[in-house]
């Protein structure tokens, strides 16, 4: 989560392509699973454009999206 100031930076891509990366190298999972509150001004389409999909769940009131970490194509 990057404070409102500082978004639309590059920031949080980065950080987010670090955690990916990070994550895929490790080699202990298959997926990366994340939620977030629909609504105006969600992350819907930023997750989106890192190749984060919905899967499908709900976490109460949230969208549960997934990136597979075995496909190289993704971010």
């Known amino acids: 989560m990057i404070d409102q100031r500082f978004q639309r930076r590059g920031i949080g891509r980065a950080a987010m392509l670090?955690?990916?990366?990070h994550v895929r190298r490790?080699?202990?999972?298959?997926s990366?699973?994340?939620s977030?509150?629909?609504g105006p001004g969600s992350p819907e389409g930023f997750y989106r454009s890192l190749g984060?999909?919905?899967n499908g769940r709900m976490d109460g009131q949230?969208?549960?999206m997934e990136l597979?970490?075995?496909d190289a194509s993704s971010p």
């Open 18 to 21: 670090q955690v990916i990366e």
């Open 26 to 30: 490790n080699g202990r999972f298959s």
């Open 32 to 34: 990366l699973l994340l």
């Open 36 to 38: 977030y509150v629909p």
């Open 52 to 54: 984060f999909r919905p």
């Open 62 to 64: 949230e969208v549960v």
């Open 68 to 70: 597979p970490l075995t």
